[in-house]
């Protein structure tokens, strides 16, 4: 069995393929009742988009939305990697860690 690349190591194409692959599987997993593999396979193509977006798009001090939360907020402190640590506007202050394509530009 070979062993499988990490998200940060693969090509763009890679990324697309390994989306489609997960997308698949995410919607047998949902049709077959299986939500507790349906939810891994869709954290799993967050964290794969989260490699296909330009983390320099992304700015310390700007609040965007949550993509699936829709009224929620997130206001970035600073960036790492694919990662923004922030907080959420309505939530209990604590700070915490989101895959930037989780976040939504406000327009």
């Not at 640590?85 to 406000?106: D, F, H, Q, T």
Request: no cysteine; glycine share 8%.
């Amino acid at each position: 069995m070979p062993l499988e690349k990490r998200y940060s190591e693969m090509t763009e194409h890679e990324l697309r393929e390994e989306i489609a692959k997960l997308q698949e599987k995410a919607r047998k997993a949902e049709q077959l009742g299986m939500v507790n593999e349906f939810a891994v396979l869709e954290r799993k193509v967050i964290m794969a988009r989260a490699y296909l977006s330009d983390p320099s798009m992304f700015s310390p001090g700007e609040i965007y939305e949550i993509d699936g939360d829709p009224g929620t907020f997130f206001k970035i402190d600073y960036i790492n990697g694919v990662f923004a640590w922030g907080y959420r506007m309505n939530g209990n202050g604590e700070e915490e860690a989101l895959p930037i394509s989780m976040l939504k530009w406000l327009k």
